[in-house]
């Protein structure tokens, strides 16, 4: 069965400081899809992230970046600079071949303070 | 406009009363989602459509019912509420992937529900 793992429950960053959240996965599919998506304060889920088990290229958008090592399961999400806006719960999920069942992290708070 | 609505809100209603939350989306997707989200637990999957026919059991169906009205409308029913089902619930939607693989899923702004 699929599982995400967010060990880390709770982290607090002072702005400017460069923070990584980790995300490590099982899965015995061959095939299968990473994700990322942050719930900031006001609730809503908004999509940040989709990477495909063939493709371990790192991907970086601005300050984002997403570091996929297949060899330790891992898909972890670093945040350069980090702002007040970056305060949010960040979560990671995981679905197998084409089923679209996301299976989800148990999430990650980050709070930025100024 | 949002892409994907939520109602209600915010509802707050006791025991034993029957709810209904609905999902609108003009997004245009086949395939929609009605999930959980519990303090800890991250979130859930209660039932998915793949379309209009199509509904699916998730991996919390038990106390919830579902009815995939139209193409856009999917509606979460509680028949008979308890309290530990006061959760904020989520209604997600996605394409079936054009390119092969898996979709997107993009979701509402979220339903809070107290139960009491």
């Known amino acids: 069965a699929q599982k995400v793992t967010q060990a880390q429950t709770e982290i607090s960053v002072v702005e400017k400081e460069d923070v990584t959240l980790d995300c490590v996965y099982e899965?015995?599919?061959?095939?299968?899809?990473l994700f990322w998506y942050k719930q900031p304060p006001s609730g809503e889920l908004v999509f940040l992230i989709r990477?495909?088990?063939?493709?371990?290229q790192n991907e970086i958008s601005g300050r984002y970046s997403w570091n996929f090592q297949k060899s330790t399961s891992s898909f972890n999400f670093t945040i350069t600079a980090s702002q007040v806006v970056d305060s949010a719960v960040y979560f990671c999920?995981?679905?197998?071949?084409?089923?679209?069942?996301?299976?989800f992290g148990k999430g990650i708070t980050l709070s930025v303070r100024p | 406009d949002a892409d994907v609505t939520q109602t209600p809100r915010n509802r707050i209603t006791k025991t034993g009363k029957r709810i209904m939350l609905e999902c609108s989306q003009t997004?245009?997707?086949?395939?929609m989602y009605w999930y959980r989200q519990d303090p800890g637990l991250g979130l859930r999957l209660i039932y998915y459509s793949f379309d209009v026919k199509d509904i699916n059991k998730g991996e919390i169906s038990d106390g919830y019912s579902v009815s995939r009205q139209a193409q856009a409308k999917f509606s979460l029913s509680l028949e008979s509420a308890i309290p530990n089902q006061t959760a904020l619930y989520f209604c997600a939607t996605s394409d079936l992937a054009t390119s092969g693989g898996t979709d997107t899923q993009y979701f509402g702004p979220g339903t809070r529900l107290t139960v009491l």
């Open positions: 899965t015995r599919d061959t095939t299968y899809y």
């Open positions: 990477r495909n088990s063939f493709d371990e």
């Open positions: 999920a995981l679905s197998e071949g084409a089923n679209s069942k996301l299976t």
């Open positions: 997004k245009g997707h086949d395939r």
